[in-house]
């Protein structure tokens, strides 16, 4: 990867609050945590989130967790997150600065290690060595996790799509590798955006999306646009 930045770095870096105003308004049946509810029930856990972002994730554990452990590279991303899980009220997380390939946080620590839509930029920003640094997050991950504990990983699988399809091919290929190479478990949910306005639709759709993605999805009067989300997990017998 060059050291310039890339548009999605430039968001993280520059525009965190603009993207939390678009990650709240996804998942509007809250199936999200149902899924992860279903997966591994969450009372009580201890957990460890990779690529945290503003939040979005924490928010939702932070309810029923023991614990939640957040922490994420760009530190605008973090001080998002920060105030918006101040606003919750819990006390029951931590937010630090860490990287998915190396995590500053000791061996068997958590019973359940989760990353949202944050793995999946290797493709993009490492097309050459994805693999190898794909092995290390989840080498990662299982070093976290205490034996028997389980590893949840969430990607999208098509932004204005009803049904389920990898939005490109080296998408696509990952999720495989996951599945063939690293022995994950595959299921879909609907995660929807519902928008406060038509405006606010056309605003945060383009800023992250894109012109291309926004003019396929929107037709002037939209508030809601369908959204596939693939969950992974595997459950390390350490
Ligand atoms: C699309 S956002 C998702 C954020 C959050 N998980 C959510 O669900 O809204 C991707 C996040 O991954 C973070 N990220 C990307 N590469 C990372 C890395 N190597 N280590 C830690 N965080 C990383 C970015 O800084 C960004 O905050």
Redesign the pocket.
Known sequence: MSSRRDFFQNI?HQRAEQFDRL?AREDRHGNLFAALHDIRPLGGLRIVE?????G??TRLLSVLVEQVFA????AP?LRQADSAMRATGTTNWRLAQ????RMPVVSRCADLVI????FA?VVGWHPQDWPARTDKMLAEMERILKPGGVAILIETMGTGSRQPLAPSGKLAELYRYWEREHGFSYRWIRTDFQFASPKEADELMRFFFGDDVADECLDGDTVIVPECTGIWWKQFDG
């Open positions: 993280y990650v990779f690529g945290a972002g503003t979005r994730i922490f994420d590279i760009e991303m860490g990287d998915n390939g990353e949202g839509w944050s930029h």
